[in-house]
Structure formats: C-alpha cells, structure tokens
C-alpha cells in the first residue's frame, strides 16, 4: 500500500501541471472575473525587484535579502550556486551532478548542509539523520527562474529559525505569479541542454502558476555524468501580500553516475578500468566505473497569511516525500581488496509538518513594541540502509535502519523601539526532539527524548550620520543523526548546542552604496566531521569560531553595479589533542566581486571567486590548494520579449580543485600499506573546465 502512495505522489506531483498546461485555457476562456493587466503586472514585478541587503527592521549586520533580478545577473552553473549570492558563501560539488552540494560559510565545512538552515516558501529541505549524512540539503528539485528572492540570515539570533541554522539561514521564496510566461532553451559544451517553461494564468479570482524543467548533463569525465533532471511546479495563489493564501505542487525526479574524488598518487600510478596498461589516471578518471545514484522527491504546500496595520498571522502546513539511491566508493579496496569498497546509500522518508505565528504592535507609551509568538512542528519516518556492494549490486547488509524523528518547537519575540534610533529585541526559543530507532540487523531499538531552550538578543542603534550599528548574542543548535543513539555505549548527545555573539555596522553613507561589515564568534558543544570511509559525519570534539565579514553592494548608476564581499574566519577545537586542533575542512578565506550592467540592449557581468586554502588535518601539516575562477555572462534583449545569453563558466580554464580530503586509501594495484592498511593521501575533485552555455528565452 505504501509502495502504490509513493508512486501516485511522485506521479502526481510531475503530471498534474502538464495536465493543467493543456486545460487551463479553456477554464480561463470560462472565467468572468477580470484579470490584471500586464503593465500591472510589471509594475509588480519591477518593485519585488528591488535589491535589499539590508532593512530598517533587520536584527542583526549580517543579514539581508537578494533579489531575483541580481541572481539572473549571476551565471549560474548548476542550481546550488544560487546560494553563492550569499555573502561568504562557497558551493561545490564532488560527485555527480545528482548529489546534494557542499557548502561553506564562517569556517564550516558545512558539508551538505549540517548547520546551514534553507527552505523554500517555508518549507524545510535539510533532512536529518539522513544516510549520506545529517542535515542532507539537495536544492537539485528547484526551478532557479520561479526564485523570487532569497533571505538569508547568519548566527543563532532568530527566534523562528531552529535545527541546523548556527552558521546561518537560507530562505528562497517562489514567485505567485509572473508578468509574461516564459520558454527556455539552453544549450553548450560538455553535454549540457536544458529547456524551462513558466506560465502564469489569472484563474477565478487567483493566480496559477506553472512551470516545467528537463536538463541533460555529461561533464568532462571519462565517463559521462548522464545527469537527467525532470522537475515540474504547480501553484495557485489568492489574495495579495497582505492577505492571502496559496497550495503548491512540487516534483522532481534525478538520475546520475559520479566521477568521485581520486588520490593524487591515482594520477601516477593508477590504473584505469578502461585501459589496465596506463601509467596513471587523468584528472577526469573514476577510481570505480560504477558510482553514481537516482533520487526522487514530491511535496505538497498549503500557506495562508494576514496582515493588518497593528498584526500578521501566518500558517503553514506540508507534506514532502524523498527518496535517494547513493552509490560510492570513497576508498576503494582498502576494507575490501577482492570486491572494492563501494557503497550504497539508500534513504526513503516520508515528511509531514507545519508552522504558525502571530505578531502584534502595541504602543506602550512612546515606546513601540512587536510580540511574535510561533509553533512549528515535523515529523520524519526514515527508512535508511548501507549496503556494501560492487558495481551496484548488493553483497552484504551494512546497517538498516527505521527511524521516526519528530519535533515540536515554540519561540516568543519581544521587539520594542525606544526612539527611531535605540531599539532591541529579546526572545527564546525552546524545541523537544523525539527519537524512535530501531535497528533492523540486530533488534536493537531505542526512544529517546531531548529538549533544548535557546534565549537570543541584539541591539541596533541608529542610523547616525549613515551608520547603523549592531549588537548580537544568542544560542542555537544542531542535531545530531539519530542512528548514533543505537551505538553500544554511546555518549552522543541527540543535541549538540551552539552559542554565537557578533558585532556589526551597516552603512548607506554614499549614494547608491549598501555596505556592512561584521565581526563574529560561535561556540560549538561538538563538531560534526567528514568520515571518508562511508562518506558520512560523526561528533567530534567543541570548537570554537571566530571571523570578519565585509559586504558591499554599489549601484554606480542606473545600469551599472559593483559588489565585493570578503570573509575571513579561523576555526579550532577547544580540547586538546596530540593530533592537532585545527578543524579539518574550516574555511579561512574567501573573496568575491562582480561587476552587472544592463544598459541599451546589452546586458552581462563578471565575477571572481577565490576560494582560501583549508586544513586538512588537525595538525594543519596538510592544506588544500587555494582556486580562483572566473565567470563571465553576456546578452542582448532583442525587443520585449526575447533575449540570448552567452556564459562562459572558468574563464581562464583554470585546473583547479572543487575539494580536497585527506585520508587513507588502497588502489586496486598496490601493496596494503602503513596507514590502517592503506596510504594517507590528498583526493581531489577538480573543477570543470572552461565551458560555455548559450541560451534563448522567450516571453510572451
């Protein structure tokens, strides 16, 4: 019975908007209500276009807003970098195009999304105690042209934002509506073609929105990605910003091989399995031809919102189900030499959750002051396995795991205004966490309950003579995988908490220019890191976080914007250990610029990225490369209606590396060596080389 509501879920989520695509005119030919006209529309869609990266009722320095209009003046490789628009963020990949990306931000290593909050219209996507790892994050389901905006936030001083969300937050909202549908044909190097289509229609007294996406991917491997993406988007909406509510469809569906991060000695010595007399392999070789992996995902969205001049309700509910096939080998023939060491990764899990809140304004004398109360609500039933297996075929059962993950949180925020220039707020967050696993190779189970209360603060004073200044101190928290409460005496805590304090100005001193600069510290109870033997994170030592951020944004004139942003931070254990105390994978430096135009018929841009080198170990005796790369997008309107773009993606064919790792490994043709059997070496995943995209869209 499960099995038959999966596949209707999953089949109804792709095939309900092709078949509302093919209906729809005719219910609208139906239709009597009067619908808005474009020039209304645009108007519309010209004001949410408004680039903020910094608001009168912002809490802290560091957060802000982006607007759809900057991230199309992005060129985007793949949907995860949509999240590079943050300041101080870094995305990469080290696998096939399928898998869930890796993200950096304040001296994480974050990998797929442990300690990095996102959502989309208010839905989470992290995915706890998930096989490939806590916090799993795959944004591969969204559709970059529906995105609106993204808010991003960073720290632990936001009352509404909980589990996974110490370094920070990302929060992307979809458009309701677009002034003029939209047809997209991409095509360029390294196999890429892509087609997207958006269609916005005034139905009865609403809005419906939808949209379709199908992408092809090879990459320059030896063995081609085949990445085959197909996702699909239904909306209705009623009402306006103010009043209003909306139901979305959503679905997507992934299939993929991965090229995997090789030994360095790989490249000298290793042999490939196409050719076994080679005297090594090239940097686009797989150590193992048969890594790689399928996903699928489906959700549903129900929201209704008010706002008067004093209060705003606003609720949620949503219902998501994901699947996801993983297949890799990250050490080869080090566990096993007969059969190699590849894995499978098998996550199903079916989620179901909801959030509401209610602010009001009173006025207590002269004094202004906003109550927010909320509750949120999930509940994850997880189905996980790791399998050993070769060329995807199952010999052994690892571990199988059920596990039902439920957790009920509520938050209160006091907001008060002493004068236009004083004003603080104070809140606290408490969340409860219930664990049920079971273990289905031994019989082992365990319920366990945990519960964290977080209190949260911060001061802004100004604007004076064009300064703002910010004062921030709070708690936050991660979760840590279920799956770990089964080990035999085990001392993992189901919560690991964090404590944050930062120190901020915003500016607006010059006309045009938007500018922040930021100094920061979090505290970590324990540190989730990489494990290069299945690929997974475990709890690890505290640490501590301490950094400098500086974000700019100018507008030059009216077609011309400059933006730089540079971060630099330090992480380290707070423990002693012989070892080190360095935290492996802890970025350091990161630095990037662009310059957009639009004027006349041209528009384009130009960024640069320098991505600082890392400790690998805790010693820091062994670092990564540092990687600077260069993007380039140019393109003509053609009227009001069509456009072509050109994106030229590594501009300077840079042979640098997406990760790096450092851990032991055995090659099929090597003795067993010193270091757990195997040879400490540094894998790498290289970026991909100077390739273009050419692109046609059409509105009408």
């Not at 103010?242 to 979305?248: I, N």
Request: aromatic share 12%; charged share 20%; glycine share 10%.
């Amino acid at each position: 019975m499960q099995v038959h509501f999966r596949r209707f879920a999953v089949a109804l989520a792709f095939f309900l908007p092709l078949q509302i695509a093919f209906s729809e005119t005719e219910i609208e030919e139906k239709s009597k209500l009067p619908a808005k006209s474009d020039s209304s529309r645009q108007t519309n869609a010209k004001n949410e276009g408004i680039t903020v990266r910094g608001k009168a009722d912002s809490r802290s320095a560091s957060e802000g807003r982006i607007d759809s209009q900057r991230l199309k003046a992005r060129p985007i490789q793949n949907v995860g970098e949509l999240a590079e628009a943050i300041p101080g963020v870094i995305v990469t990949q080290h696998s096939g195009g399928g898998k869930a990306n890796q993200f950096f931000l304040r001296g994480f290593n974050l990998d797929h999304g442990t300690d990095f909050a996102s959502s989309i219209d208010g839905v989470p996507i992290n995915n706890p105690s998930h096989a490939h790892g806590q916090g799993y994050t795959d944004l591969n389901f969204i559709i970059p042209e529906l995105v609106r905006e993204i808010e991003y936030k960073k720290g632990v001083y936001h009352v509404e934002e909980g589990d996974f969300s110490s370094a920070g937050a990302m929060r992307m909202n979809y458009f309701k509506s677009l002034p003029k549908s939209l047809i997209k044909i991409e095509g360029g190097s390294l196999g890429f073609k892509r087609t997207v289509f958006a269609e916005s229609k005034r139905i009865g007294s609403g809005n419906l929105l939808y949209a379709g996406e199908y992408s092809h991917y090879n990459g320059p491997w030896t063995i081609p990605d085949r990445y085959n993406k197909l996702n699909s988007f239904l909306g209705y909406s009623l009402g306006d910003a103010s009043e209003g509510m909306s139901v979305q469809f959503s679905g997507y569906r992934g299939s993929w091989h991965a090229t995997n991060q090789i030994p360095q000695r790989a490249l000298k010595i290793g042999r490939s399995w196409l050719n076994a007399d080679a005297g090594g392999l090239n940097r686009y070789d797989a150590e193992d031809p048969n890594d790689g992996g399928h996903s699928r995902r489906a959700s549903f969205t129900a929201e209704a919102h008010k706002k008067t001049a004093n209060s705003e309700m606003k609720a949620l509910l949503y219902g998501t189900y994901y699947d996801l096939d993983l297949f890799s080998d990250f050490t080869f023939f080090l566990n096993d030499p007969v059969n190699g060491d590849q894995v499978e990764q098998k996550d199903r899990r079916s989620i179901g959750g909801g959030k509401a809140s209610y602010s009001r304004t009173l006025f207590l004398g002269s004094f202004k002051s906003e109550n927010t109360v909320g509750v949120q609500f999930r509940r994850d039933y997880i189905h996980t396995g790791l399998y050993h297996t070769q060329a995807r075929s199952r010999l052994e059962r690892i571990t199988l795991d059920r596990v039902i993950e439920s957790s009920a949180s509520v938050y209160y925020e006091n907001r008060i205004s002493f004068t236009n220039k004083i004003k603080a707020f104070a809140g606290v967050r408490n969340d409860t966490f219930f664990f049920n696993v079971a273990d289905d190779l031994t019989n082992r189970s365990t319920i366990r309950r945990a519960q964290t209360t977080n209190p949260k603060a911060g001061l802004n004073l100004g604007p004076w003579k064009g300064f703002d200044f910010y004062l921030n101190g709070g708690y936050g928290f991660h979760s840590n995988d279920a799956k770990g409460l089964l080990l035999p005496y085990t001392t993992v805590s189901p919560i690991a908490r964090t404590g944050g304090s930062e120190v901020g100005m915003k500016t607006m001193i010059l006309p045009g220019l938007q500018s922040s600069l930021v100094f920061w510290r979090l505290d970590l109870d324990s540190e989730l890191v990489y494990s290069g033997d299945d690929g997974t994170t475990s709890p690890s030592r505290p640490s501590t976080r301490k950094g400098v951020e500086w974000s700019n944004l100018y507008s030059l004139s009216s077609w011309l914007t400059v933006d730089l942003d540079v971060s630099i931070s330090k992480a380290k254990y707070r423990k002693y250990d012989p070892i080190g105390n360095y935290v492996p994978q802890a970025i350091g430096k990161v630095f990037a610029a662009g310059i957009s135009f639009d004027r006349w018929e041209f528009f384009g841009s130009i960024r640069v990225r320098y991505f600082g080198p890392r400790a690998l170990i805790e010693s820091d005796w062994v670092r990564s490369a540092p990687s600077t790369l260069w993007n380039l997008q140019i393109g003509k309107h053609i009227g009001d209606s069509c456009s072509i773009q050109l994106d030229v993606f590594n501009l300077t064919n840079t042979p640098a590396s997406q990760v790096q790792y450092y851990y032991p490994t055995l090659l099929k043709n090597e003795a067993p060596g010193p270091d757990s059997g195997g040879y400490n070496d540094i894998l790498t995943h290289p970026v991909m080389p100077r390739n273009i995209r050419f692109s046609l869209s059409i509105k009408y």
